[in-house]
């Protein structure tokens, strides 16, 4: 199985499909073959091991996949019945697979008689797959929220002024965060008062090989002059009557992790929704006091109403702090 995984971190780390990776072992244990996902539209690794094999070859063998085997004809054939064709006696698979059509590969292959086991290093296979796992059992991307604030939560002065609030580490530290994720989102306000780039750069202002695509929610348009249709990719719009929905467009078309950045109303937004699976805040230890908070109401009227998130990581950044946080249960 870490051979699968291998195999498996050679496919495309970005993309709508998974990275998967396929080892097909003989009675007595010899690698007959191997194969890995390259991406939407081309042979599952289960196929593109059996496809290195002569007819027969696999007969009597052991599958051993990193993810479990699909059921469903999309873009390929269904690997389950593949399997069966070419005669695998026995399959070994991690993650069973979160897609609503794709699912139930094992129960197909059982019932062909086929001996199969999963679960098998799961904890691996789910850290392979990462934001794509979660994001296809939350059918949407992964959301992250982050601001930057001063210790009493506020995240510009009166006037409106903000920059900046944290110092270069904790700064740096966001672009790569940004970086990281498939798709960066501001808020129209946000556009329309700081002009952001929504890219993701160096200190001295170089972009990183990574960049994230351009997302800015709300009904104003977005000027032609503005910086963000500069971006090296295009600009998506989304109206943001309904996030999830919305979001859910951006997850079919191959966003899994989204950065939400720019504004209040839109964190806001966000958290109402139910959308904020991570919270990164960077706080300076700064007072501003006055009106200018991180958020916008979030409908909490009483203590009891709180939303709860529980602490993952605390870092220091120079003079700043990097919290990390997670919904409470989750
Ligand atoms: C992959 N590669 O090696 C395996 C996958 O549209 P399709 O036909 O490419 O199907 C994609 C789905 O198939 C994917 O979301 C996952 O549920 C399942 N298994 N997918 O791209 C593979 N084994
Ligand atoms: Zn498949």
Known sequence: MRRAFALAAQGPE???????????????????????????????????????????????ATAVVSLEPCNHTGRTGPCAEALIAA??????????DPGEASSGGAERLRAA??????GVLVADGEALLDDWLVAARLGRPVVTVKWASTLDGRAAAA??????????????DV????????????????????????????????PLPRQPRPVVVGH???PDDAAVRRHPLPLTTLPGDDLAAELA?????????????????????????????????YLAPALLGGPRTALDALGVTSIDEAIRYRFTEVVPLGADLKITA???GA
């Open 220 to 222: 104003r348009p977005v």
């Open 113 to 118: 008689g086929v001996e199969v086991a999963g």
């Open 14 to 60: 970005r993309g709508i499909n998974p990275r998967v990776g396929c080892v097909i072992l003989s009675p007595d244990g010899r690698t007959l073959a191997e194969g890995f996902h390259r991406g939407a539209g081309t042979a599952h690794a289960e196929v593109d091991a059996l496809s290195r094999l002569a007819p027969g070859a696999a007969s009597g």
């Open 175 to 206: 672009h790569r965060e940004r970086a990281a994720a498939d798709a960066i989102i501001a808020g129209i306000g946000t556009v329309l008062a700081d002009d952001p780039a929504l890219t993701a750069r160096t200190p001295d202002g170089r």
């Open 249 to 281: 467009g951006l997850h079919r078309e191959g966003v899994r992790s989204v950065f939400v950045e720019g504004g209040p109303a839109l964190a806001s937004s966000i958290v109402r929704a139910g959308l904020a699976d991570r919270l990164l805040v």
């Open 326 to 328: 997670r919904p409470e």
């Open 159 to 172: 006037d409106g002024s903000s920059q900046w609030i944290t110092g270069p580490e904790a700064r740096a």
């Open 87 to 96: 005669g695998i006696a026995r399959v070994v698979y991690t993650v069973a």
